[in-house]
């Protein structure tokens, strides 16, 4: 199993960006998938999932409407658009597929690279 996340840079301030992760090896459709960050000196956290079929959608609530993820089956892929990106969302952003629609990393048994992200003030 691959997931490749891809999209990542450097952004100033109320700038967007838009993240990708290509998976391979698996079944795309029996898995949830999820976007984490992780700042340096921080744990990893939550930042939004999307169930198999691409109905339905959680977010970490600080973000206030600001990301979208999203899902192609067709492509076996994920996104997560970010906008009105704040110095604060700089982190490493990492993708994962788990068999559960939940917050917690632990339940996601596959994660890819990350990818990072850096926004200027």
């Known amino acids: 199993v691959q997931l490749q996340a891809s999209g990542g840079g450097l952004v100033q301030a109320g700038g967007s960006l838009r993240l990708s992760c290509a998976a391979s090896?698996?079944?795309?459709?029996?898995?949830?998938m999820a976007w984490f960050r992780q700042a340096p000196g921080n744990e990893r956290e939550f930042v939004a999932n999307i169930n198999r079929f691409g109905s339905s959608t959680y977010y970490e609530d600080s973000l206030n409407g600001r990301f979208t993820i999203s899902r192609d089956n067709a492509k076996n892929a994920v996104y997560l658009q970010m906008s009105s990106l704040k110095p604060e969302d700089t982190a490493a952003y990492y993708c994962?597929?788990?068999?559960?629609?939940?917050?917690?990393?632990?339940?996601?048994?596959?994660w890819g690279q990350g990818t990072q992200v850096t926004v200027s003030s």
């Open positions: 090896g698996l079944t795309f459709t029996d898995y949830h």
């Open positions: 994962a597929a788990g068999a559960g629609m939940t917050k917690n990393l632990r339940a996601y048994g596959y």
